[in-house]
Each structure stands twice: as C-alpha cells, then as structure tokens.
C-alpha cells in the first residue's frame, strides 16, 4: 500500500513537471518580445529615467552606469536616481558615479531626496520616492527602474522606439532572473519557471481583455498616461505597485504593452538568503490574488513537484533493498522518481537554451522547492496578521489596512 502511494505520488511530479515545461515551451512561443532594431533614428521626444533607491549602496553604481552609458534613446534625455531616507552610503555612491560621467555628451542625472514620508498617510514601498521625483519630470516619457536592474547598451532605445510605435502608454519589459547567491540559485530558477507559465502575457496585452500585468523593475509610461491615472499618488498604500499600476492603465481605456525583454534586461533581486526569504514572503500571497487556497495550494504543488522526487527516489531504493515480497514495486517508484528529477533537469536545460542561465546548482532544485513550500504558509500568515511583513525592514503592516 505505503509502496503505491509513493508511486503515485512520483508520477504526480513527473506529470506535473510535463506538463510546466510544454506550458513554458508554449507560453513563450508566443509571447511577444522586444523588436531588435538598433538602427533606427533617435525619436525627437524627452525620456526621464527615475530609479527608485532605498539602501542600494549594493547594486546603485551598476544600476546607474549601465543607464548612463546607454545609447542615446531620443534627443532629450535626463536620469533622477531619487533617494528614499537611505542609511546607508546609496547616495554618496550615486553622485560620485554621477560625476564620473559628467560630460557635454553625457545626459543630465541627479540624486533627488524623497524626503520623510507624510505622518497620517499609508506609503509603502517605491510609490512615495517615485511620486516625488514625478514632481520633477517634464518629459514626454518617464522609465521606472529598479536599482537591482542592469541594461544592456541598446535597451532604452529599443524599449522607445517600440513604445511609440505600438502606442503604448505603459511599456513594461519583462526581465531576465539571473542569480548571485545559493540561495538565489536554489530558489530563482524555479520561481522563474512558475511566473514564466503563469504569466497572462497574451491576455494582458489584449486590449479586450481584463487582465493587466507589468514587471515593476521595468515600466516605461507615456507621461500624460501617468497622470491621468494618478500615478504611484493613487496607490500610496499598495505593496504591489506594478500590477496595480497595469490595472489602472487598463482600466482608464489606454494602451499597455507587456513583452519579454530578456535579452535587454537583468535583475539579480537577492543578495542572500535572508533578503530572498523577506522579498518573496511579502509577495507570494498578493501575487496569488490574496488566496488563502492558491497560495497554500500552489506550495504544496512546489514541494511535490521539486522537492519529493528527491526523498521518494532513496527512500525507494533503500525499501527496495529491505524489502523481500514488494521489491519490483519499490523499484518501480524508485524508477519513476528519477523521472521525476530528470524532468527538472529538463526544465533547466530548456531555462538554459532559451534565456542562457546556467545549470548551475540544479541538483539543489529539492532543497529550493522546500523554501519555497515554506516561503507559503509564512507569506500567507505576514500578509493576514502584518507580523514581520517588512520590507528592507520597513514594516508593511498598515497597507493591510488600506
């Protein structure tokens, strides 16, 4: 009996691992992506590139250079890195690569203080350094990036020129997860494969369709757009500004672009465990549409899918040894679990062909399906009850009240 339930339970992740790797095959056979023109002529428009920065003495510099040695997007173009009551060296790091680049050729770039945020009012996250440096910007165009961005030469431009060529009012780039850290390794490219066959990329850019989704690390909106939609001002309060910001501009009838933008655009979000373990405990449970059910759901598939194939697979063989009448069936499981691991290995393998990231530290897929199984409950629990919903250490307790 024990026997046939762990055979079950092994064909459960191999099937189920099946079917993510046709589903990513088929998502992103599809998907729309960045237009690779790199020659057409510098738009005659204004582009204002904000980068959002709270603590980033770590990734501000990279962030920073990589925008300002960029190919010349349009004929007028200006960078605010805009400084949210940072503690630590975020700011000095950005003027002294500020002055660096200082030169006639070069575009205009400040850091801008966000200032302390207003007493009775709910920010959290981004929304309060983003809608003050909006306070400054004139331009046509404005790019919200993340400091944990990197760009390639031609990204900015491609992203432009596509924008005002499909007349979109948001144009959001959907990047590509690279790893850093163990932790990162062990976690990322699985978190990746599940937000890769999860995204509603079609539906979202359907403008008869309802859905709306945007990858905050990079947004590209039509200024006026912005505004009309109140901006990051409206949703002060929301943890998950990007999606929110989508539904708005949806919602107000204008034109949103979703596409992949994985050969323009790196993002390393973690620097070590306990950074990964706070990001995506403070997201899991929003981003699964604050489900209870989803949430816990969607944990249990993980481990199932990621983590079992590990344990069935010498639990199998070792029962197989021990065992004098179910031998044959123990070693059936134990055939079927390294299935199961073989299929993760496939899906790296397709991860590698189809966006470059190594194999690196695949055989840890186990381990990074437990933190994910983990990670569930906790978000599910933080979110519910505010407790340790931080994030960077700032509480994010009274969102739940907005």
């Given at each position: 009996?024990?026997?046939?339930?762990?055979?079950?339970?092994?064909?459960?992740?191999?099937?189920?691992l099946s079917i993510l790797?046709?589903?990513?095959?088929?998502?992103?056979?599809?998907?729309?992506?960045?237009?690779?023109?790199?020659?057409?002529?510098?738009?005659?428009?204004?582009?204002?590139?904000?980068?959002?920065?709270?603590?980033?003495?770590?990734?501000?510099?990279?962030?920073?250079?990589?925008?300002?040695?960029?190919?010349?997007?349009?004929?007028?173009?200006?960078?605010?890195?805009?400084?949210?009551?940072?503690?630590?060296?975020?700011?000095?790091?950005?003027?002294?690569?500020?002055?660096?680049?200082?030169?006639?050729?070069?575009?205009?770039?400040?850091?801008?203080?966000?200032?302390?945020?207003?007493?009775?009012?709910?920010?959290?996250?981004?929304?309060?350094?983003?809608s003050q440096a909006m306070?400054?910007?004139?331009?046509?165009?404005?790019?919200?990036?993340?400091?944990?961005?990197?760009?390639?030469?031609?990204?900015?431009?491609?992203?432009?020129?596509?924008?005002?060529?499909?007349?979109?009012?948001?144009?959001?780039?959907?990047?590509?997860?690279?790893?850093?850290?163990?932790?990162?390794?062990?976690?990322?490219?699985?978190?990746?494969?599940?937000?890769?066959?999860?995204?509603?990329?079609l539906e979202a850019n359907?403008?008869?369709?309802?859905?709306?989704?945007?990858?905050?690390?990079?947004?590209?909106?039509?200024?006026?757009?912005?505004?009309?939609?109140?901006?990051?001002?409206?949703?002060?309060?929301?943890?998950?500004?990007?999606?929110?910001?989508?539904?708005?501009?949806?919602?107000?009838?204008?034109?949103?672009?979703?596409?992949?933008?994985?050969?323009?655009?790196?993002?390393?979000?973690?620097?070590?465990?306990?950074?990964?373990?706070?990001?995506?405990?403070?997201?899991?449970?929003?981003?699964?549409?604050?489900?209870?059910?989803?949430?816990?759901?969607?944990?249990?598939?993980?481990?199932?899918?990621?983590?079992?194939?590990?344990?069935?697979?010498?639990?199998?063989?070792?029962?197989?040894?021990?065992?004098?009448?179910?031998?044959?069936?123990?070693?059936?499981?134990?055939?079927?679990?390294?299935?199961?691991?073989?299929?993760?290995?496939?899906?790296?393998?397709?991860?590698?062909?189809?966006?470059?990231?190594?194999?690196?530290?695949?055989?840890?897929?186990?381990?990074?399906?437990?933190?994910?199984?983990?990670?569930?409950?906790?978000?599910?629990?933080?979110?519910?009850?505010?407790?340790?919903?931080?994030?960077?250490?700032?509480?994010?307790?009274?969102?739940?009240?907005?």
């Open positions: 009996m024990v026997a046939c339930v762990v055979g079950v339970t092994a064909l459960a992740a191999a099937l189920g790797l046709l589903g990513l095959q088929r998502v992103f056979a599809s998907a729309p992506t960045l237009w690779h023109q790199n020659d057409q002529d510098i738009s005659k428009t204004s582009l204002t590139v904000v980068i959002p920065a709270f603590n980033e003495a770590l990734n501000i510099e990279g962030c920073l250079t990589h925008v300002l040695e960029s190919d010349k997007p349009c004929s007028h173009l200006e960078v605010i890195v805009v400084d949210d009551q940072s503690s630590d060296n975020t700011v000095n790091i950005a003027e002294q690569t500020i002055r660096a680049f200082a030169g006639s050729d070069q575009p205009n770039a400040a850091v801008l203080q966000a200032g302390p945020r207003p007493k009775g009012e709910r920010w959290v996250g981004k929304n309060w350094g983003c306070e400054q910007v004139q331009s046509t165009w404005v790019l919200f990036i993340d400091a944990d961005v990197s760009l390639a030469p031609d990204a900015i431009r491609r992203a432009l020129h596509q924008s005002i060529q499909e007349k979109a009012d948001l144009f959001s780039l959907a990047p590509r997860l690279t790893c850093g850290c163990l932790s990162e390794w062990m976690v990322q490219p699985i978190m990746a494969s599940l937000l890769g066959l999860g995204f509603p990329i359907d403008p008869d369709s309802t859905v709306a989704f945007a990858a905050g690390p990079f947004m590209l909106f039509r200024r006026d757009s912005y505004n009309a939609i109140g901006g990051h001002r409206a949703l002060a309060g929301e943890v998950v500004e990007d999606l929110a910001l989508a539904r708005l501009i949806k919602e107000g009838g204008f034109r949103l672009r979703y596409v992949l933008g994985i050969d323009a655009v790196d993002l390393q979000m973690y620097a070590n465990f306990e950074a990964l373990w706070e990001g995506w405990s403070k997201n899991w449970f929003l981003g699964l549409d604050r489900s209870i059910s989803k949430s816990l759901g969607a944990g249990g598939v993980v481990l199932l899918m990621f983590t079992l194939p590990w344990l069935l697979l010498p639990t199998s063989l070792t029962m197989a040894c021990l065992s004098s009448h179910d031998q044959s069936l123990w070693l059936g499981d134990a055939g079927l679990g390294l299935i199961a691991i073989l299929m993760q290995l496939s899906v790296r393998l397709w991860t590698r062909a189809r966006f470059s990231v190594p194999l690196r530290h695949w055989w840890l897929m186990g381990i990074g399906g437990l933190i994910i199984g983990l990670i569930a409950p906790t978000s599910v629990w933080k979110s519910l009850t505010g407790k340790g919903w931080t994030w960077k250490g700032r509480s994010l307790a009274e969102a739940q009240a907005h």
